[in-house]
């Protein structure tokens, strides 16, 4: 199994919310003692960190293009992550990847710190 497994993804009009999932199976991260984050690329950009959250104490940092609009949040019985968009714009439309990884990442956005990355989910927001 290809893991982290991203769901939620689709199209949404500007103005809008979007709640994507992220979940890892337990035969992997078997403690709640992870780090997971959401980056994204859009198109002919670079990959941009969206935000990550400490498993163990439900922590959280976020880039400052989201800070106020976009929550992560976990569900460790589910062994998931969560990221809940509101007030969607054009901007944000993207591929978004989840990554984890079995320890503490420090700084959040260094994505050649994270273990594993999942296929990513689209969002596209339309003006």
């Known amino acids: 199994q290809q893991e982290p497994v991203e769901s939620g993804g689709g199209s949404v009009q500007a103005g809008g919310s979007l709640t994507l999932s992220c979940t890892v199976s337990?035969?992997?991260?078997?403690?709640?003692?992870?780090?997971m984050a959401w980056f994204r690329q859009a198109p002919g950009k670079e990959r941009e960190g969206i935000g990550g959250i400490y498993t163990g104490s439900g922590a959280t940092s976020y880039g400052d293009s989201v800070k106020g609009r976009f929550t992560i949040s976990r569900d460790n019985a589910k062994n998931a992550i969560y990221l809940q968009m509101n007030s969607l714009n054009p901007e944000d439309t993207a591929m978004y990847y989840c990554?984890?990884?079995?320890?503490?990442?420090?700084?959040?956005?260094?994505?050649?710190?994270?273990?594993?990355w999942g296929q990513g989910t689209q969002v596209t927001v339309s003006s």
């Open positions: 337990r035969s992997t991260y078997t403690t709640s003692r992870n780090y």
């Open positions: 990554a984890a990884d079995r320890k503490f990442v420090s700084p959040w956005f260094f994505e050649r710190d994270y273990d594993s």
